[in-house]
């Protein structure tokens, strides 16, 4: 199988809207998420695979009202296309999130590293 570059987690900077009506932001806002992932690979993987699915398990700890930290991880399947082979890759990522406020906006930084499945010889990617 022909070698191809993977770049499944990066370090992404940003500032998100998050909607906050009934609760306000305190350090008992302490949360544990878990998610289905479903999607198209896009750019090189496309050559090999057509369709991705995984699970998502997320969780953050409040320090203050203000910060929080947090750690991530899943499993994400890429399912391939004819005369290729199955892979998958477990993302590892930990972030950090400040709230200006009591609710509304919140600015976070993610990094992460994933680690390539049912490859043999691949490495994983991340900043």
């Known amino acids: 199988m022909r070698k191809f570059p993977i770049a499944l987690i990066a370090i992404c900077f940003g500032v998100f809207a998050q909607a906050q009506t009934t609760t306000d932001i305190t350090d ?5 998420k878990f998610g289905i992932n479903l999607g198209a690979p ?19 700890l409040m320090e203050t009202p203000h910060f929080g930290i947090g750690l991530t991880t899943g499993y994400n399947h890429f399912f391939p296309k004819e005369n290729a082979q199955d892979f998958g890759a477990i993302p590892l990522g930990a972030f950090i ?3 200006p ?14 680690l390539i499945t049912g490859i ?7 900043i």
């Open 28 to 32: 008992r806002n302490s949360w544990l």
């Open 120 to 126: 043999r010889n691949a490495e994983g990617g991340g």
């Open 97 to 99: 999130r400040v709230y």
């Open 101 to 114: 406020g009591p609710s509304g906006f919140f600015a976070g930084v993610d990094a992460g590293y994933s």
């Open 42 to 60: 896009v750019g090189d993987i496309s050559n090999v695979s057509s369709f991705v699915g995984g699970l998502e398990l997320k969780g953050q």
